[in-house]
């Protein structure tokens, strides 16, 4: 089950929020979110359950002991890792050690629903309660949830223990709040089955099939776009995750802040995918030493792990390694030199930069990146009719989904809003039938439709 999907919309959504009202709250948020797991992923659910019961039990025992702290938690980590490892990793590993036999050796193990992020939720549960920064739970349901919520379950955002242990406890929602998750619902839900979703389209269109016969606009072109489709797509989910929680009482962080405003990689990872880089930042970077013990080494290990976190595929360690040295090159080099340039260089070398690195980070069925560049700088034409209907057909779309992409809504409550209180009323109008128009055109978007996955479940 996903949330864009009309059975998610308006029949799990409502009876949900019934029973939630009217029955024992974290009891019928447990039930609900097992459900919201067993639709999309039945046989693994014994294996999530197992997860929260190995963490639910050794970060007691941590909290509980003084000698053996370190133990428990070199086991409880050793446990989770490998649980991910196998799941994630193993066929990966397999495929390089049996390169000319694979097919004998393949497992039939398949990647479980949303284990990166709950596994590291977990982990920095487990990791908290060593260092003394949260108190072990104590009762197994409220772990439960807090592992299992179904709103940010499957593609995060990964959501610190200590940030949502007293809602868990007791919270309370005002309508301003409830109303506020439903905006913020539905601003997703748009985001995804309105914009990326036609945007993949376009991807398809321009980066499927055989590359050598695509011109290089539509190369260049199609990855411009697929990265405006995977920031729809996960910001999305990102802001559907943030809407039902706060509908419910929980305030998750933002997990995406216009990262294309940026004009480095090292700004545009401080804003694109916020929790995964603040995990790494908090439970690997500094314990590793940060900025004051072998930096050069610890980023690079961030980055590998980062690459390596979003698939288990030589593209994904490529992308990671690029990142490092592009970040490393950036903090003692490149920086400085754009700081003394006028900002429109920076945009440029962002442009460029971001664009290299999506090259690598596509992953699709008879793509490679080794035929994309032999494509892209062969003897193939700059563009062809082809290419040229593909974008005078969506060019709304496209020029739309780029707009959106930057903070305009900021920009029309800074300048024309608070100018005076009756542009607020206005607003506020104009605003519901944005929301129901949104509402409308997904579910007519969504009819017919089978299945409309998030690009972050794969990770």
């Not at 908290?128 to 179904?150: C, H, P, T, W």
């Not at 089955?193 to 190369?219: M, R, T």
């Not at 489709?229 to 802001?239: E, I, K, T, V, W």
């Not at 699709?364 to 080794?370: D, L, M, P, R, T």
Request: proline share 2%.
């Amino acid at each position: 089950m996903v949330f864009s999907d009309l059975f998610f919309l308006y029949v799990f959504i409502p009876i949900f929020f019934i029973c939630y009202n009217f029955f024992e709250k974290n009891k019928v948020l447990c039930i609900f979110s097992l459900i919201f797991y067993f639709f999309g992923e039945p046989k693994y659910i014994l294996l999530l359950i197992f997860e929260i019961i190995i963490n639910y039990y050794f970060a007691i025992k941590i909290e509980d002991t003084d000698n053996k702290k370190k133990k428990y938690l070199f086991l409880v980590l050793a446990i989770d890792l490998l649980i991910l490892f196998i799941f994630k990793y193993l066929n990966f590993i397999t495929r390089i050690l049996f390169v000319g036999d694979f097919s004998k050796f393949r497992t039939r193990i398949l990647l479980p629903l949303g284990i990166s992020f709950y596994t590291f939720q977990a982990i920095s549960y487990v990791v908290d309660v060593y260092r003394g920064e949260v108190k072990a739970q104590r009762s197994f349901k409220n772990l439960f949830l807090y592992i299992s919520m179904f709103p940010q379950l499957i593609a995060g955002p990964i959501v610190r223990y200590s940030e949502i242990k007293n809602d868990i406890e007791d919270r309370y929602v005002t309508n301003s709040e409830f109303l506020y998750g439903i905006y913020r619902f539905v601003i997703g839900l748009g985001k995804k089955v309105i914009i990326s979703n036609q945007l993949a389209v376009i991807v398809s269109s321009l980066l499927g099939g055989d590359l050598f016969i695509k011109s290089k606009c539509g190369l260049i072109i199609g990855i411009f776009i697929y990265m405006l489709q995977l920031y729809f797509d996960f910001s999305g989910y990102s802001d559907m995750a943030i809407g039902i929680g706060s509908a419910i009482g929980f305030k998750f962080n933002e997990n995406f802040n216009y990262p294309f405003l940026s004009k480095s990689l090292t700004e545009f990872w401080r804003r694109w995918h916020i929790s995964l880089g603040s995990f790494f930042r908090d439970y690997v970077y500094i314990p590793l030493g940060g900025n004051k013990k072998n930096q050069i080494l610890n980023i690079i290990i961030v980055w590998f792990l980062t690459g390596i976190w979003h698939g288990a595929d030589v593209n994904f360690l490529l992308w990671g390694v690029y990142l490092a040295v592009l970040i490393l090159l950036e903090k003692y080099f490149i920086l400085n030199i754009l700081n003394g340039l006028n900002e429109i260089f920076s945009r440029i070398y962002f442009l460029i930069i971001i664009f290299f690195s999506f090259v690598l980070f596509y992953n699709a069925e008879n793509y490679s990146i080794s035929s994309y560049f032999m494509s892209l700088f062969g003897n193939t034409q700059f563009i062809d009719l082809y290419t040229k209907n593909i974008l005078l057909n969506n060019i709304f779309l496209i020029v739309a989904s780029i707009i959106l992409s930057f903070p305009i809504s900021s920009f029309i409550k800074k300048y024309v809003i608070n100018k005076s209180t009756e542009n607020e009323y206005i607003f506020l109008i104009v605003r519901v039938f944005i929301i129901l128009f949104i509402l409308i055109y997904s579910t007519i978007l969504l009819v017919g439709n089978t299945s409309n996955p998030f690009l972050y479940f794969r990770f």
